[in-house]
């Protein structure tokens, strides 16, 4: 199965507990993408890109003229409108497609935003050339994802982990990384904020339905880490976890 249909398959299966999802519906991130766009010279046209459950479109709409939440499953996009509906966000419209081949014209968006998402995609510099595309010249662009650490010891742990647990998995990219790419890209960017998101471990592999022998295996991966590595992690007991998370605002370079 190609990536893009394993992404849509692991998060169709899986929609609506995303939106209940202590992780994801909670945040001061997401108190921030509400201040970043209210900041803004007038109301904006935003773009949410691999939209999950809406949680970035939820936070943005209150002080947007509009959000198109963008995601590869059906199923989520489903929860978003019927989420938005409740919410009386009747600014929020649905569209589906991939990150690496937006169907929209050029400068088509004010901001364009992304939430734990990223770390998904198959090709980010094809779809930071995508995003550079539609953003107005003096739009902006806010990434919010998991960081791997530097470090390529904890970093290696970091992505087995995540890859046992969710097969849709692609990498968590380290804050330089994100740096250079975005830089390539055309994005002077900024490294805004940095905080741990604690991942419940019993939560976080029924919220993928990750198979019992998977779960196993990320237990033993956990427990025979090294110890730098579980401190870094603060692994605890029962298998829970903390692990990195990064805000990211850039422009395209025209505007500075």
């Given at each position: ?25 909670q ?51 489903a ?40 770390h ?5 510099p094809a ?24 470090s ?6 970091l ?13 968590d ?12 890209a ?6 805004v ?5 604690e ?21 033993s991966?956990l ?15 029962d ?18």
């Amino acid at each position: 199965m190609q990536q893009p249909a394993v992404v849509a398959q692991q998060f169709g299966n899986t929609a609506s507990a995303y939106l209940t999802s202590a992780v994801h519906a909670q945040g001061a991130d997401l108190v921030k993408l509400r201040e970043i766009a209210a900041d803004l010279p007038r109301r904006p046209v935003v773009l949410d890109l691999g939209c999950g459950a809406g949680h970035a479109s939820f936070a943005v709409a209150p002080v947007a003229e509009s959000v198109t939440a963008f995601d590869l499953a059906p199923e989520m996009l489903a929860v978003v409108a019927g989420a938005a509906r409740e919410r009386g966000l009747d600014n929020i419209s649905t569209q589906q497609g991939n990150v690496a081949s937006l169907p929209f014209i050029d400068a088509s968006f004010c901001m364009v935003v992304t939430r734990f998402s990223a770390h998904h995609w198959l090709d980010v510099p094809a779809a930071l050339r995508e995003v550079r595309r539609v953003l107005k010249p003096k739009g902006v662009l806010v990434i919010i994802d998991i960081t791997a650490p530097e470090s390529p010891l904890h970093d290696t742990t970091l992505q087995a982990v995540e890859l046992l647990r969710d097969g849709s998995h692609v990498r968590d990219y380290r804050p330089s990384e994100w740096l250079r790419m975005l830089n390539e890209a055309g994005f002077p960017a900024e490294r805004v904020d940095d905080w741990k998101l604690e991942m419940k471990f019993n939560d976080w592999t029924a919220r993928m339905r990750t198979p019992a022998e998977r779960v196993t295996a990320i237990r033993s991966l956990l427990r025979g880490a090294p110890e730098e590595t579980r401190g870094y992690f603060s692994v605890r007991d029962d298998g829970s976890f903390s692990i990195d998370s990064t805000l990211f605002i850039a422009k395209p370079a025209e505007s500075y």
